[in-house]
């Protein structure tokens, strides 16, 4: 099986980067918390969504994904958006401080 790791840069790549994953969920019938409904199951061998996904002891579908921007408040959006708990802690990677007009 293959596996895609996105790495989304920026702000423009943290914010798009969020939208598709947000698309990503809606598509494979994700809730925003990573879990699946109890309705819906994924083939043993549906490795489309297993490439993107990981799946969790406890049933959590993580995204294979890492955000990263030197300025704290692009992902201080996705850290406090609707998809918050979809993302582990340490795939939101930030700076301290403000980097514009550097």
Same mark, same amino acid.
């Given at each position: ?43 043993? $061998? ?11 002891? !406890? &049933? /959590? ?19 406090? $958006? ?11 990677? !930030? &700076? /301290? ?6």
């Amino acid at each position: 099986m293959r596996e895609v790791i996105s790495i989304h840069l920026g702000q423009c790549g943290v914010q798009c980067g969020n939208a598709c994953w947000e698309l990503y969920c809606l598509e494979h019938g994700i809730q925003p918390d990573g879990q699946m409904p109890s309705d819906k199951t994924i083939g043993g $061998g549906d490795d489309a969504f297993n490439t993107f996904f990981s799946e969790t002891g !406890s &049933g /959590k579908h993580v995204p294979r994904t890492v955000f990263v921007d030197l300025e704290p408040t692009v992902i201080d959006e996705v850290r406090t $958006g609707t998809y918050r708990q979809l993302y582990h802690p340490e795939q939101l990677i !930030s &700076g /301290k401080e403000d980097a514009a007009n550097n």
